[in-house]
């Protein structure tokens, strides 16, 4: 099966190859990739959209295939295409996964290629994110979220201002999505049922 891995994060490229069904994957990264990508014959590409250039090269190779399965590793929750992740689903083979990667899921997502539904189909385009907290929530450093009690819990550090900066991301996050919460004294933050 050939791959193309399309990142310019050296971090998540890393973990990427990492997992032993992308060793022998084809690394393009450059301004003539689509190119490349024509003359190939990819199985799958892995497109990380935390860059412009890489959602530009994504739509290029989508027009050029739209049936392309496509592995999209983001930051972001925020959805593309104005019609919504359902759109996507049933016009592309297209999955999602939010960094920081968990190795398992890449490796689950490529042995199961054709079988695999993207977890965040319902998500009606990330518009209700309450059940994906703990995936969004795996990206700060300083907090952990229990799913159980919905608490959002500050991990034991001795610096406080790098806490204080992500619980200020955190809570914007959450107004931004109107999830109820409130902020504890101890810098903890309690998700309101």
Known sequence: MKKLLIDNDVHTLTQLLLVSDLKDSNLLISDNTLEQYKN???????????????????????EYNPKQNVLIISNELDCKNKDGCVHCTANYN????????????????????????????????FSYIKPYLDDILRSYQYYNFDKEKNLISKINTHNNTYVLQEQIKIHHLLEKY?????????MNIQIDN
Not at 54 to 61: H, M, S
């Open 178 to 186: 109107d999830i109820d919460h409130t902020l504890l004294d101890n």
């Open 94 to 125: 297209r999955r999602r996964l939010l960094k920081p990667i968990d190795i398992k899921e890449v490796y689950t997502f490529l042995e199961n290629l054709d079988c695999t539904i993207c977890k965040y189909e319902e998500s009606q385009c």
């Open 40 to 62: 190939n014959d990819i199985d799958l590409v892995i497109a990380d959209f935390s860059h412009s250039h890489n959602k530009k090269l994504l739509d290029e190779i989508t």
